[in-house]
């Protein structure tokens, strides 16, 4: 199957500071990549859908100027968490589709697990 | 907005028991996908179904779509220690994004 890595795997940064994610398409060119969120125990919850060459989308509650989301490439997009503070630590997974069409599976990357102390 | 319930949230089992999740979505979907997470893992796809009625098999996993296209189910036959992980179920509503269900957490116990 096709290839979502991301990185880093684990990150722990101090509150106020600003942390990257890269998610990337290794074997196909993704159009969107989408980024999640997953607290300990429970569901993947949408924070935006990424699209390469545009804004991001962002779903309702979720700050725009607080994650940063750029997808500069058809294989690359990253999230930024900006002044992290310790209520941002989770678990951020991003996906991307093979195909153009509005149907198909997901292929998500490892996840990234943020600590903010 | 569209929403997706699964039950059970958790469910132990023994070992060769049989175990189901349900799925209902509050909106008719235009598929629903099924991911497995094992424990510190990422979801991996299971399957698609698309039809209305539809019943797919792998080998002992069986996924149904509902008539209405509102509701899915997974059925896993004579469990294995291999299956322990949470399913979720995910729609897609016509919007490119999925929708997730809140998972159901699978513990076999051997």
């Known amino acids: 199957g096709a290839v979502v890595s991301q990185h880093p795997s684990r990150v722990i940064c101090k509150s106020g500071t600003s942390v990257k994610i890269e998610c990337r398409s290794l074997d196909f060119q993704a159009t969107t990549m989408f980024w999640y969120r997953q607290f300990p125990k429970q569901s993947l919850m949408l924070m935006a859908t990424s699209n390469e060459g545009s804004k991001a989308t962002y779903e309702q509650g979720v700050e725009k100027d607080k994650f940063l989301i750029n997808h500069a490439s058809l294989t690359l997009s990253t999230l930024t968490v900006t002044s992290a503070h310790p209520e941002d630590s989770s678990f951020y997974i991003c996906?991307?589709?093979?195909?153009?069409?509005?149907?198909?599976?997901?292929?998500f990357g490892e996840g990234s697990r943020l600590t903010v102390l | 907005g569209q929403q997706v319930m699964q039950i059970p949230q958790y469910q132990h089992v023994q070992e060769g028991e049989d175990f189901t999740t349900y799925c209902n979505s509050s909106t008719t979907l235009s598929n629903i996908q099924w991911y497995k997470q094992r424990p510190g893992g990422h979801p991996v796809f299971l399957i698609q179904?698309?039809?209305?009625?539809e019943v797919k098999k792998q080998k002992r996993l069986t996924f149904q779509f509902g008539e209405a296209k509102k509701n899915s189910s997974l059925h896993i036959t004579a469990t294995q220690t291999t299956d322990v992980g949470t399913y979720f179920c995910a729609g897609q509503g016509g919007r490119r994004a999925l929708t997730f269900g809140s998972g159901t957490r699978l513990q076999v116990q051997p």
């Open positions: 179904l698309v039809k209305s009625g």
């Open positions: 996906s991307a589709a093979r195909t153009a069409i509005n149907t198909g599976e997901l292929f």
